[in-house]
């Protein structure tokens, strides 16, 4: 089975990796994609695809932590705001020679996450974070260069969308021409039936997380619209991810907590689209196993 992705890169693995990627082998999690957030998060993630044999690293910078750079930018934000594009004005065009200095590496094979958020953290490094509309043009500024490197690297491309389907759609309309077809996946979907045509239509891969098992928690709720969103998607489309250290699937998120999740628990990710999909769980393994080296071209 493949972990399309998994932060391997970030604190809570400190010093486990070597267990964390076992224990995944042992229940048959041989491949794992591990995304970067930013500059540091991208290096250690290549520097931990070097040390394991199936792991391979994805590099780039979140929307999330394109705030860092939109601070260090405000007296520029209008210019930003009026698309100037001229990427060098801005410190990030820094930020972007590092990814692109990573792309050569032969464990690299996307370019992600990167994407469009407009989610309002609870739990953020940045005191003052909040969507002004400056910062998601930034956000998209900061996205299309990234699409433009794994164009010209020839890398896959691995998007994140958070309550922002109008703004990211646009994005990927505008510049589709540069996206390879079967090499994009909108990781961990959105419930969407918008966002699955575009995938169909472009032939984009959907990511599917431990957030399809929150079941239990009222009558009809975002993980239900989840699950019948999910047996609407073709298996020929689908490709499993934990997002570990986050969504934790059930039942191990009532013991253990929402951030303890680890790519050994792909399995139970598995076992629940066979489930609502009427098929066997082996079928569902080796079909996304199948769809992930084809998204990743391993
Ligand atoms: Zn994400
Ligand atoms: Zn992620």
Do not use: W
Request: proline residues 4%; hydrophobic residues 35%.
């Amino acid at each position: 089975m493949f972990d399309t992705h998994c932060h391997l890169n970030f604190g809570t693995f400190d010093g486990k990796v070597d267990k964390v990627v076992d224990e995944a082998k042992k229940v048959g999690v041989d491949e794992i994609v591990i995304p970067g957030t930013d500059v540091s998060t991208s290096k250690k993630a290549v520097e931990i695809a070097e040390k394991y044999k199936g792991v391979y690293a994805a590099v780039g910078i979140h929307p999330h932590h394109v705030f860092e750079i939109f601070q260090n930018n405000r007296s520029s934000a209008t210019q930003i705001f009026q698309k100037t594009n001229k990427t060098e004005k801005f410190s990030f065009a820094s930020d972007l020679k590092s990814i692109e200095k990573l792309l050569n590496n032969g464990k690299v094979v996307a370019i992600g996450e990167i994407g469009i958020d407009r989610h309002i953290y609870q739990k953020t490094k940045y005191p003052d974070y909040k969507i002004e509309e400056e910062f998601v043009e930034l956000q998209k500024i900061v996205l299309i260069e990234q699409i433009k490197l794994a164009h010209k690297y020839k890398k896959s491309l691995i998007f994140h969308n958070r309550e922002a389907k109008k703004d990211f759609l646009e994005i990927l309309n505008s510049h589709q021409s540069l996206i390879i077809s079967h090499s994009a996946v909108f990781h961990c979907c959105e419930p969407d039936f918008e966002l699955f045509k575009y995938a169909k239509d472009h032939r984009m891969f959907i990511g599917v997380d431990g957030d399809i098992t929150y079941y239990k928690e009222k009558p009809f709720d975002f993980a239900q619209g989840k699950q019948e969103f999910i047996k609407t998607v073709p298996l020929d489309m689908l490709v499993l991810e934990t997002d570990s250290p986050f969504l934790n699937p059930e039942p191990n998120r009532s013991k253990e907590g929402g951030t303890k999740n680890e790519p050994k628990n792909i399995p139970i990710i598995a076992e629940f689209v066979a489930k609502l999909k009427g098929v066997s769980v082996d079928e569902v393994a080796k079909r996304t196993t199948e769809n992930a080296r084809k998204l990743f071209k391993i």
